[in-house]
C-alpha cells in the first residue's frame, strides 16, 4: 500500500515538474573543452535529473549486490555451525 502511495506521489511530482519545466523556453549555452551546446532549460534540467536517477540506481544496485553476497557468505558460516559434529 506504501508503495502504491510513494509511487502516485512521485508521478505527481514528476508531471508538476514537467508542467513548469515546459513552460520555461529560456536557451542556456554549455561551454565544453571541446565545443558549445545549447539546450532549453527544460531539457537541460530533464537530463541532469535522468542522470542522477541513473547514477544513483548503479550506487544502489552495487550495494545491494554487496550486501547480498555478504549475506549468503555469513548464511553459508551458519549452516556450517549448526552441522551435527561427527563422530
Same mark, same amino acid.
Given at each position: 500500500?506504501? @508503495? /502504491? ?5 512521485? @508521478?505527481?511530482? @514528476?508531471? $508538476? ?5 515546459? !513552460? ?5 549555452? &554549455?561551454?565544453?573543452? %571541446? *565545443?558549445?551546446?545549447?539546450?532549453? &532549460?527544460?531539457?537541460?534540467?530533464? &537530463?541532469?535529473? =535522468?542522470? $542522477?536517477? =541513473? &547514477?544513483?540506481? @548503479? =550506487? %544502489? *544496485?552495487?550495494?545491494? /549486490? ?10 553459508? +558460516?551458519?549452516?556450517?555451525? !549448526? +552441522?551435527?559434529? =561427527? !563422530?
Amino acid at each position: 500500500m506504501a @508503495l /502504491i502511495f510513494l509511487v502516485i506521489i512521485s @508521478l505527481g511530482l @514528476l508531471i $508538476g515538474a514537467i508542467v513548469i519545466g515546459a !513552460n520555461n523556453t529560456s536557451v542556456v549555452v &554549455l561551454d565544453y573543452f %571541446w *565545443g558549445t551546446q545549447s539546450f532549453t &532549460l527544460a531539457v537541460l534540467l530533464a &537530463l541532469t535529473f =535522468v542522470l $542522477g536517477v =541513473v &547514477l544513483a540506481s @548503479l =550506487v %544502489w *544496485g552495487m550495494f545491494s /549486490i554487496q550486501l547480498k553476497m555478504r549475506m549468503s557468505s555469513l548464511e553459508r +558460516k551458519i549452516k556450517s555451525f !549448526n +552441522k551435527p559434529p =561427527v !563422530n
